[in-house]
Nanobody, 127 residues
Framework: VQLQASGGGLVQAGGSLRLSCSAS????????LGWFRQAPGKEREFVAA????????YYGDSVKGRFTISRDNAKTGVYLQMNSLKPEDTAVYYC?????????????????????WGQGTQVTVSS
């Protein structure tokens, strides 16, 4: 599975960005996709995930209510719509895919659940 993330950039606080993650090289319906982020000097943090089997979505506490993950129209990837951005959202955002199979809900919050990773895309929010 190959993942391609795009859509990062520079935005002012309060603004919006939409990230895209495209998947190829596998049967998309068998993989769930998620987003993580990592700011300089900090650990990688779970942002959001979409469970492929039933469409359930999961969000990290720091982005709940502001970010939305959804499947793209071509059904080969996901979007991450980020609204009401804050300077603390500044990070490199990574798209990741799980292996095939079903997982308990809590697993989607852990980076170790995702064996496939794309390159990151930088999001910078200015104050």
């Amino acid at each position: 599975v190959q993942l391609q993330a795009s859509g990062g950039g520079l935005v002012q606080a309060g603004g919006s960005l939409r990230l895209s993650c495209s998947a190829s090289g596998g049967t998309f319906s068998r993989y769930s996709l998620g987003w993580f982020r990592q700011a300089p000097g900090k650990e990688r943090e779970f942002v959001a995930a979409r469970r492929s089997a039933n469409g359930n979505t999961y969000y990290g506490d720091s982005v709940k209510g502001r970010f939305t993950i959804s499947r793209d129209n071509a059904k080969t990837g996901v979007y991450l719509q980020m609204n009401s951005l804050k300077p603390e959202d500044t990070a490199v955002y990574y798209c990741a895919a799980t292996g095939t199979g079903n997982y308990i809900s809590s697993a989607y919050f852990r980076s170790s659940t995702y064996p496939y990773w794309g390159q990151g895309t930088q999001v910078t929010v200015s104050s």
